[in-house]
């Protein structure tokens, strides 16, 4: 029999809450006003007893005289932990910007979301973190460009930006150093040069970079130094790195040290990692970052694998486990000199589950976050989900570099063979084109093309071209509406049937037409193909669905950046690229995203939060096809889970085609009025179950009715989500008892194609499950840890069938190992069969299942653990 529960919010109100009250100038209706514009704080984190500043934009259009109270509650998860209010005035047409202040509380690493309203139709939202440290919800941001145009004014009103709308709280400054060993100019050997040339001959300004690293502190975040972990640049001698110290290659049996080359002059070569000379040497410039540029510790970069490498010596070295020790070297030498600017991260390229250097790195390093750059060894959403998996084990707080829509040339597109042109001819003779064709002989000083094209906002663009070119590099000056702007680099593709789109410019438009004429000016040089001019843009919907795959995982995603806009988003690996830009809509969507994961860090990444299985035993959806690996076409179930909750993630991939988070996608069908089933543990005992999703309702949580019952699959509830566009967060209060002598009854657990029974003495509890005979049988248990340790999980089991039978063990979804359970003399005899694993305290997903490998019947009493 099913019996309905509605819960009320649990309210701890430390003042009383007046709602909406209007005098006799109001000629709205209470909840019909519009008066509050947007909510944001003054810092990205604050410290435990820290007062925050809460700013409110407010305007009055309505056409006359307004006042009334304006109010907040400040909530942590469902429940609200502060409420007031503030009588405010706002004449016709008036604006104003009140501030209020908060002293948060004492407890550490707690996320809450600000609620200011004036009616239940007015209404913004923001959020809060209280954390002694940014490592443990790290929320990372890039600063690309130091040149010395950028004023003081720019930075601010960009960090400003990141901080109030994108709450970032830790920044990446890439590629600002001189050399990547020597990374601050001193000509005189003491004083620090007023600005310097980069390997891709950018001018950067130290105070420029000053600049920044203050108001980054400014807001509480943390300035992290982008470095190469091990190289050094051209001439390396010359600044006391010795050859000896190298990584090298044989090339036709010659061994030589190993380098990748920037630009013409410029190159990078790669150093032992492991060795205590290059250690000593590299970690002393990281110092210097420290105390003379007043960062707070480094970003340590490195290219990917490279295999079959050799010490000077010719020996054998085995980089991909050397890491460790640089990064250990590193953190030790920053901790002795300032134990508060000591913070080091460490990027494994391509990561994955397995993947070159990551487990040297995510077992043996002390850096201080998990830092990984996603290749096309992660390119499916469920290795998305199943590497930070993996990452997390070590209970670090994990950010992912991955870059969308990497290798799709998209926005609006202008073609080259319909704009005006001198010069060039319309051809069609290499195919890869687009539209009809593509202007060729694009080769001489005077040749130019100019389009004429019409944007819809006052923003940044990218003007992307895309072209083809044989062997030699070549250059083109670009003009909007007459005035210069600068200059592109079209790379050798190495043959004319090949097309690239990486020739990028950014500049800022008004809304209107415009003309972008590109031209072969007499400082330009080499022969390309153009195909075509791009409004570069990202793909909203890609972009949304990616971070929801990172975000449920549990790590964040390193994408918002300082622009020209106040805020940009990351494209490349090459953080100053800026081929694609974010639309107005998916700027709204992301400011709306990282309000969300900073209000819910607890229940996204908190260090006790374990991970359940994959499968679709926990979950049915009405009239929908649901997956629990990220399957195209499906709504994606991913189910994690803590001391008090249940947390379950609906991703909708129900219009994506496959399942690559990279590429761009159709919107995603809006889903209406989801009737879910969800099953838990029979001794979960259940208080309230809420939804919240960064794509409605400012974020906020809606609390849901709810049945319980139990059928023969076990104990759930059903409830009903009102909308899933992309990604919505349903988290279940509940506790779940540990039984008597740590015994998980089998007939009370999560039973996938089995069944229950008594007619075999010796079991415990009410039955045992029986009809355990097929592939794709399983049963699930969620189990209570007291503790971190190593614990024996026991299975109860009888076996009557002539030989041994087999299953296999999945903890939190991964293979924890295969049990061998003997054959008995009948069936009312039981055996134990057991298998090892550590576990870390919480909740667990214990499941045994028939896969294809195994055999045999069995019958399942019981999982004891000890």
């Not at 790290?138 to 009103?157: A, C, E, H, L, Q």
């Not at 630009?263 to 032992?272: A, C, E």
Request: glycine share 8%.
């Amino acid at each position: 029999m099913l019996k309905s529960k509605i819960f009320k919010m649990t309210i701890f109100l430390l003042c009383i809450v007046f709602i909406g009250v209007y005098t006799k100038t109001d000629t709205k209706a209470e909840g019909t006003a519009k008066i509050v514009n947007r909510v944001y704080m003054d810092k990205s984190r604050y410290n435990p007893g820290d007062s925050a500043s809460i700013s409110i934009d407010v305007s009055n259009t309505m056409g006359s005289d307004w006042s009334g109270k304006l109010n907040i509650d400040i909530m942590s998860n469902e429940s609200i932990v502060y409420s007031t209010s503030k009588t405010i005035a706002l004449g016709n047409g008036a604006s104003n910007t009140i501030t209020l202040n908060w002293n948060v509380p004492k407890d550490d690493y707690k996320g809450y979301m600000v609620k200011v309203y004036t009616g239940s139709n007015d209404f913004k939202t923001s959020a809060i973190d209280v954390s002694s440290s940014w490592t443990k919800f790290p929320r990372y941001g890039y600063i690309p460009d130091f040149d010395n145009t950028i004023s003081k004014d720019d930075v601010n009103k960009q960090i400003n930006s990141l901080t109030q709308d994108y709450y970032i709280n830790s920044y990446q400054f890439y590629d600002w150093m001189w050399r990547h060993e020597n990374p601050i100019k001193k000509s005189d050997g003491v004083n620090v040069d007023a600005s310097w040339q980069d390997a891709f001959n950018r001018n950067i300004t130290w105070s420029t970079i000053q600049n920044y690293i203050n108001a980054v502190h400014s807001k509480n975040s943390t300035a992290m130094a982008y470095m190469m972990a091990y190289a050094a640049r051209e001439n390396y001698s010359s600044y006391g790195v010795s050859p000896a110290w190298g990584i090298y290659k044989y090339n036709n049996n010659t061994l030589g040290q190993i380098n990748d080359p920037f630009v013409t002059g410029t190159s990078i070569w790669f150093f032992q990692p492991s060795n205590t000379n290059w250690q000593n040497y590299i970690t002393n410039a990281y110092k210097d970052c420290i105390n003379t540029g007043g960062f707070d510790g480094i970003q340590m970069d490195q290219i990917g694998e490279m295999d079959n490498v050799y010490d000077s010596n010719g020996n054998k070295y085995d980089l991909q486990n050397s890491f460790s020790s640089l990064v250990n070297a590193a953190k030790s030498k920053l901790k002795s000199n300032n134990p508060s600017k000591s913070y080091v991260d460490f990027n494994l390229v391509n990561g994955s589950v397995g993947g070159w250097a990551v487990d040297d790195v995510t077992d043996n390093a002390n850096g201080d976050i998990n830092f990984s750059e996603l290749w096309d060894k992660a390119s499916n959403y469920n290795d998305i989900k199943n590497y930070v998996q993996r990452l997390r084990s070590n209970k670090k707080g994990t950010v992912l570099a991955a870059y969308m829509n990497y290798y799709e040339n998209l926005g609006k597109r202008y073609e080259a063979e319909d704009a005006s042109f001198s010069g060039p001819d319309v051809a069609n003779n290499h195919p890869g084109y687009s539209g009809t064709g593509f202007l060729e002989n694009f080769a001489k000083v005077g040749d130019n093309v100019t389009f004429n094209i019409s944007v819809d906002n006052d923003m940044t663009y990218a003007l992307d071209f895309q072209y083809s070119s044989d062997a030699d590099k070549a250059t083109r000056t670009v003009y909007v509406d007459g005035n210069k702007i600068g200059q592109v680099n079209c790379q050798p593709q190495g043959g004319w049937d090949k097309y690239a789109f990486d020739a990028s410019i950014s500049t800022y438009l008004a809304k209107g037409n415009h003309t972008v004429k590109i031209s072969y000016d007499s400082e330009d040089s080499g022969a390309i193909n153009l195909d075509c001019l791009t409004l570069g843009e990202f793909d909203e919907n890609s972009v949304r669905l990616a971070d929801a795959a990172i975000q449920a995982s549990g790590a964040s995603h390193i994408e918002m950046g300082a622009g020209l806009d106040g805020a940009m988003m990351l494209p490349s690996e090459y953080y100053p690229n800026k081929s694609k830009v974010m639309s107005p809509t998916l700027r709204e969507a992301m400011k709306q995203n990282n309000k969300f994961i900073t209000a819910y860090e607890n229940l996204l990444f908190d260090t006790d939060i374990t991970y359940g299985d994959g499968g679709n035993q926990y979950i049915s959806i009405n009239n929908e096809a649901v997956s629990g690996d990220g399957t195209s076409g499906t709504i994606w179930h991913m189910t994690r889970m803590k001391n008090d909750y249940d947390i379950l993630h609906l991703i909708n991939l129900s219009s994506k085609t496959n399942s690559k988070w990279r590429d761009s996608t159709s919107t995603p069908k809006l889903k209406t009025n989801l009737n879910v089933k969800y099953y838990l543990s029979d001794t979960a005992n259940i208080s309230g179950v809420y939804v919240a999703s960064p794509d409605s309702n400012e974020g906020l949580s809606q609390q849901l009715n709810y049945t319980e019952g139990t059928d023969n699959v076990g104990h759930y509830i059903s409830f009903t989500v009102p909308s899933l566009q992309y990604w919505d967060m349903i988290y279940i209060k509940r506790n779940i008892s540990t039984p008597s002598n740590n015994t998980y009854e089998a007939e009370g657990a999560i039973k996938t194609n089995v069944t229950t029974n008594t007619n075999h003495v010796g079991y415990t509890g009410s039955g045992f499950v029986d009809g355990f005979v097929n592939p794709g049988s399983e049963v699930t248990f969620q189990a209570n840890i007291p503790q971190d340790g190593n614990y024996s999980l026991n299975f109860k089991y009888a076996n009557c069938t002539g030989g041994n039978a087999t299953r296999h063990v999945y903890i939190d979804g991964s293979y924890a190992g295969t049990i061998n359970m003997a054959n008995l003399k009948d069936w009312d005899t039981w055996g134990t069969s057991s298998v090892t694993a550590k576990l870390s305290s919480g909740i667990h997903t214990i499941c045994i299942c028939y896969d294809s490998s195994d055999k045999n019947a069995i019958n399942l009493d019981n999982l004891s653990i000890n």
